[in-house]
T-cell receptor, first 114, second 113 residues
Framework: EAQVTQNPRYLITVTGKKLTVTCSQN?????MSWYRQDPGLGLRQIYY???????DKGDVPEGYKVSRKEKRNFPLILESPSPNQTSLYFC?????????????FGEGSWLTVV | GNSVTQMEGPVTLSEEAFLTINCTYT??????LFWYVQYPGEGLQLLLK?????DKGSNKGFEATYRKETTSFHLEKGSVQVSDSAVYFC????????????FGKGTRLSVIA
């Protein structure tokens, strides 16, 4: 089954404690990205990757890092989480660029930073 | 830059009512347009899409027509069900830019029996 898998789905952590949210897709997609969803703001892109070892900033990259060492994985790293990073995070992937490519989303990761 | 504006919710309808959720967009190129749906506690699912002007996307009784002249992609359904209660996101994709998918803020729909 084609899917995007994120872990953990739910996490409560403390300010400053480094954490990683993993994302894996089994569709051999080149393009992957991370979004955060906040009430009244919709989804905003954090980082994206067009292929292995190619990453770039989205609209709200501050406080986050990513890496793309393998095609299937695209982890999101919060080096020193702060309460304003409490949000619902989605990983997404698609076959590639170009109009009409369907983007597939993971089920989301609820992160609370206290 | 590219942007999507959709009507603010929440929208509350009775079962079998007609649904319209307005969506307009701003884009420099010729984007593809999408509607995504998020059911409670779940991730986003693609509901329908249209890749060029005058295309109509449809799925599960929902429809939306890509109107280039009015830069709109309004979502419609003739008879909603309780199971349609969800948050609906309009989005555009213009892969010539750096951000391939731009979302609206979402519209929460509640359908009551």
């Amino acid at each position: 089954e084609a899917q995007v898998t994120q872990n953990p789905r739910y996490l409560i952590t403390v300010t400053g404690k480094k954490l990683t949210v993993t994302c894996s897709q089994n569709m051999n997609h080149e393009y992957m990205s991370w979004y955060r969803q906040d009430p009244g703001l919709g989804l905003r892109q954090i980082y994206y990757s067009m292929n292995v070892e190619v990453t770039d900033k989205g609209d709200v990259p501050e406080g986050y890092k990513v890496s793309r060492k393998e095609k299937r994985n695209f982890p999101l790293i919060l080096e020193s989480p702060s309460p304003n990073q409490t949000s619902l995070y989605f990983c997404a992937s698609s076959l590639g660029g170009g109009p009409g490519n369907t983007i597939y989303f993971g089920e989301g990761s609820w992160l609370t930073v206290v | 830059g590219n942007s999507v504006t959709q009507m603010e919710g929440p929208v509350t309808l009775s079962e079998e009512a007609f649904l319209t959720i307005n969506c307009t967009y701003t884009a420099t190129g010729y984007p593809s347009l999408f509607w995504y749906v998020q059911y409670p506690g779940e991730g986003l699912q693609l509901l329908l899409k249209a890749t060029k002007a005058d295309d109509k996307g449809s799925n599960k009784g929902f429809e939306a027509t890509y109107r280039k002249e009015t830069t709109s992609f309004h979502l419609e359904k003739g008879s909603v069900q309780v199971s349609d209660s969800a948050v609906y996101f309009c989005a555009l994709s213009d892969f010539r830019g750096n951000t391939p998918l731009v979302f609206g803020k979402g519209t929460r729909l509640s359908v009551i029996a």
